[in-house]
């Protein structure tokens, strides 16, 4: 039995010590002191990460430095050293981690933004732990003063350079909870306020104009004059309009239901059972736009028995001629050519939305345009809209004047 002791005893005298990584040790070169000891893994790459501190004159510097920086960790303060820029952060980090939580059109359009606007910019150089909220503010400045990229000069709308920061903004946000920033500096840049150019990026079109590029359409036959028709009789957006299948219309209820959407994703059109809000809702439709896409639905159902067995049956309202889905980006390109020709101001085709909401607004018809635009609240919609008619604020101001001249004249002299 004590043989078995000694032996024991001979083996752990032989076997060797096992140093610890938090242990500080000496740099004979440099006589000074440092230590290593492990961080908690990289967030993105899940690798061992190791902390080196060194540069200390005292081995007791080292250990009082180590425990400050585990004290980092432990309450959440710590960050992570990385050499990324703004620029690989958001294309090789950030974006991918996108692709599951957010629609394929969104997705795509991250994308585009990131590499229009923020690849092509010095910003995109600089280090992610470098970067600084006045780094943001100059960015912002540059984009809204000549900030075009596509051939174009001049700068970004308003609300172009806002969808930047918000883009910006969730970024660092989430690079804040992989723990590569200590801070979120977009919290504090200042992007531009929509105040600050109310409706510079909507125009709209008067009754008159409206009615002048739909008699136009109609006076030219236009195969999809009912598409325009129906665009500006209620407010859908394009990729709502696309979307649209003749399932979705009530030809009983005079009732338009809109619960999918036609999308161009990086070239090509997407058909997406979605809205842009995710809820699908109810549009009533008036007697003359029902009249329309009958006679429209007679139109197509022509063209399906002229074809024959090539017509391909999408379901869709409005379709090339061969059944097929139209081109989101020709059928924008397609309404320009005509407001041109059509003689009225040049607008976007998603200014007719505008139009519809707009006028509906002047109208008094603030909840009814509300819910047929889809708007999360009534207040959304007057904050963007009603700045649109200012010669309502005239008339209000001569009514009220009237009611009191009215009171004061039945008063007794």
Avoid: C
């Avoid at 043989?3 to 990584?21: C, F, G, L, M, Y």
């Avoid at 005292?58 to 430095?65: G, I, Q």
């Avoid at 200042?190 to 008159?208: F, L």
């Avoid at 029902?290 to 049956?313: C, F, P, T």
Wanted: proline share 4%; hydrophobic share 35%.
């Amino acid at each position: 039995m004590q043989n078995v002791r000694q032996e024991t005893q001979v083996t752990q005298r032989n076997k060797p010590k096992r140093t610890s990584a938090a242990t500080p040790k000496r740099d004979v070169k440099r006589g000074t002191w440092y230590i290593v000891f492990d961080a908690p893994r990289d967030p993105t790459t899940n690798k061992r990460n190791q902390i080196k501190l060194s540069g200390f004159a005292t081995k007791r510097r080292a250990r009082d430095a180590m425990v400050a920086k585990l004290s980092e960790i432990a309450n959440g303060s710590y960050v992570h050293t990385t050499k990324d820029t703004l620029g690989a952060y958001l294309i090789d980090q950030w974006l991918p981690t996108r692709r599951n939580q957010v629609t394929e059109s969104t997705f795509e359009w991250y994308g585009r933004l990131i590499r229009v606007h923020i690849l092509s910019d010095h910003l995109a150089s600089i280090r992610l732990q470098d970067l600084t909220a006045l780094d943001l503010d100059r960015y912002y400045a540059q984009k809204l003063a000549d900030g075009r990229r596509d051939g174009t000069p001049g700068g970004l709308s308003v609300s172009s350079v806002i969808k930047l920061h918000a883009l910006i903004n969730g970024a660092l946000k989430d690079a804040r909870r992989y723990k590569l920033v200590a801070t979120n500096v977009a919290e504090d840049a200042k992007p531009p306020s929509r105040k600050s150019a109310p409706g510079a990026s909507i125009k709209i079109w008067s009754p008159e104009q409206l009615a002048q590029f739909l008699d136009y359409i109609y006076a030219i036959n236009d195969p999809l004059k009912a598409a325009y028709w129906l665009a500006a009789h209620t407010g859908m957006r394009r990729g709502e309009l696309l979307g649209l299948a003749w399932s979705d219309i009530d030809f009983h209820t005079s009732v338009v239901t809109i619960r999918s959407q036609l999308l161009s994703i990086n070239g090509r059109a997407v058909l997406t059972n979605d809205t842009k809000t995710h809820r699908k809702r109810a549009i009533p439709i008036d007697a003359t736009t029902l009249q329309q896409l009958r006679e429209h639905r007679v139109r197509q159902l022509e063209y399906k028995l002229a074809i024959g067995a090539g017509y391909r049956d999408t379901g869709r309202v409005f379709t090339r001629v061969d059944g097929s889905y139209l081109d989101p980006q020709g059928f924008t390109e397609m309404f320009r050519r005509r407001t041109k020709s059509a003689g009225v101001p040049i607008i976007r085709l998603h200014d007719l939305r505008h139009t519809h909401i707009s006028l509906l607004v002047a109208n008094g018809r603030i909840v009814a345009a509300s819910a047929r635009a889809g708007h999360s609240s009534v207040g959304f919609t007057m904050a963007t809209y009603a700045h649109l008619q200012p010669s309502e604020h005239a008339d209000a101001a001569n009514e009220f004047a009237g009611i009191v001249e009215a009171a004061r004249s039945k008063r007794p002299a």
